[in-house]
Nanobody, 126 residues
Framework: VQLQASGGGLVQAGGSLRLSCTASQRTFRGYTVAWFRQNPGKGREFVASMHRMNSGSTAYADSVKGRFTISSDSAKNTVYLQMNSLKPEDTAVYYC???????????????????WGQGTQVTVSS
């Protein structure tokens, strides 16, 4: 599975961005998809996940709950991360990831994911 992440950019605090993650070579059906973020010198941080596309159970980090929304468009084989009310602390490189054998209790663990996109930079200015 190859993942292509896009949609990052520079935005002022309070603004919005929508990230996209498109899979090639196969569909997301039955896979768990997640977004993580990372800053230099820090570990990869869980942001949001959609567990097994056919059930759609979602999870969010406390820091983004109520501001970010993960969604999917099966026709386009794409998963989105809508980010509203952005804060400077949301600045990071955002990665999408997917895997087929991730249990619900492990969706926040980046090591559970098999495939990763290349990352897209999100910068929020104050």
């Amino acid at each position: 599975v190859q993942l292509q992440a896009s949609g990052g950019g520079l935005v002022q605090a309070g603004g919005s961005l929508r990230l996209s993650c498109t899979a090639s070579q196969r569909t997301f059906r039955g896979y768990t998809v997640a977004w993580f973020r990372q800053n230099p010198g820090k570990g990869r941080e869980f942001v949001a996940s959609m567990h097994r596309m056919n059930s759609g159970s979602t999870a969010y980090a406390d820091s983004v709950k109520g501001r970010f929304t993960i969604s999917s468009d099966s026709a386009k084989n794409t998963v989105y991360l809508q980010m509203n009310s952005l804060k400077p602390e949301d600045t990071a490189v955002y990665y999408c990831a997917t895997g087929s054998r991730i249990i619900l209790s492990n969706v926040r663990n980046h090591m559970a994911y098999d495939y990763w996109g290349q990352g897209t930079q999100v910068t929020v200015s104050s």
